[in-house]
């Protein structure tokens, strides 16, 4: 059994077409078959049902993808941490973000990154939190800008940063033309109000409906959307309210502007750099989250 047979099979499972993953891999398709087979005769076993346009994984196949997946993410940190003992500069990071979060802050942090750190390549991820935690834990990912709690339990972080939590209200709303002390708006004073939120699977709800549970209300939930900016931009609109962290409501992006408020008890998120633990960080990784963390600290004091 060879490293590359290993290869080949896990991009035969992610494109489920012989072609496609011929194509990705830059070999002739019947060189891919010869290798498949060759692997197959070895084991004895069926990795794949080949049907005239798909290619199935069978019982056997699915199990040997998920040891191969292990075993290509170990040899790929065995390469990274002999580069660090060579000191070499030259590296690799896959960096997983929450597209919104990440919009506000990468933009800050990779140009930082790159000019401290120029040899070293950054691959971005983005997807949702609990797509990017699935990832991380995989190995799809180097680390992952997300935020606490964090639903996998093989995943450990490092703190990068607190972000506080706004509420967001339309222009015409009762509350957008009082002025408030540093104390800040009572969440509870809104148990009546439309919520606009993110829909599930996004760390960020959770957060949201959390914190109006402290507050002793259920949020009356008028709609919900996979993006951010198009929940303030209905709250904007009148539609409703809604709760934003702070480095996205500084933002305005847009005509649809809603007014921002600070809450009352300063609610806040962590935000972290994700790994999956007992996984080796290389020297290229660990910089860059030195790297985000100073960024941050830096944002928070503007």
Not at 189 to 215: M, T, W, Y
Not at 252 to 279: C, D, H, M, N, W
């Amino acid at each position: 059994m060879e490293l590359r047979q290993l290869q080949y099979t896990l991009q035969i499972a992610e494109e489920r077409n012989f072609s496609r993953a011929a194509e990705k891999l830059h070999i002739a398709q019947p060189s891919l078959s010869q290798q498949l087979s060759k692997l197959e005769q070895e084991l004895g076993v069926k990795l794949f049902q080949r049907n005239t346009s798909t290619v199935e994984l069978t019982y056997a196949g699915a199990s040997f993808i998920e040891h191969a997946r292990k075993i290509m993410d170990a040899v790929e940190q065995l390469r990274q941490e002999m580069d660090d003992i060579s000191q070499l500069r030259a590296g690799r990071v896959v960096v997983g973000s929450m597209p919104i979060t990440g919009s506000h802050l990468l933009p800050y942090v990779l140009p930082a990154f790159k000019e401290s750190y120029p040899d070293i390549q950054v691959t971005l991820l983005e997807d949702t939190s609990l797509n990017l935690e699935k990832l991380t834990a995989g190995g799809g990912t180097d680390l992952s800008l997300l935020s606490l709690p964090l639903i996998e339990s093989s995943l450990d972080y490092e703190p990068i940063g607190e972000e506080m939590i706004d509420l967001a209200v339309p222009p015409h709303h009762a509350l957008a033309s009082s002025s408030y002390s540093t104390e800040g708006v009572s969440l509870s004073a809104l148990k009546n109000d439309p919520f606009i939120v993110l829909k599930k699977g996004q760390g960020f709800r959770k957060l949201s409906i959390d914190l109006c549970h402290e507050a002793g209300f259920e949020p009356n939930i008028v709609f919900e959307s996979n993006n951010i900016e198009t929940v303030q931009s209905l709250v904007a609109a009148g539609m409703g309210v809604t709760l934003v962290p702070r480095f996205i409501a500084r933002a305005k992006r847009s005509e649809l502007i809603p007014v921002y408020l600070p809450l009352s008890g300063q609610p806040s998120r962590t935000l972290v750099i994700a790994f999956r633990r007992g996984r080796y960080l290389s020297k290229a990784a660990e910089a860059f989250i030195d790297t985000f963390k100073s960024i941050l600290a830096q944002r928070n004091q503007s």
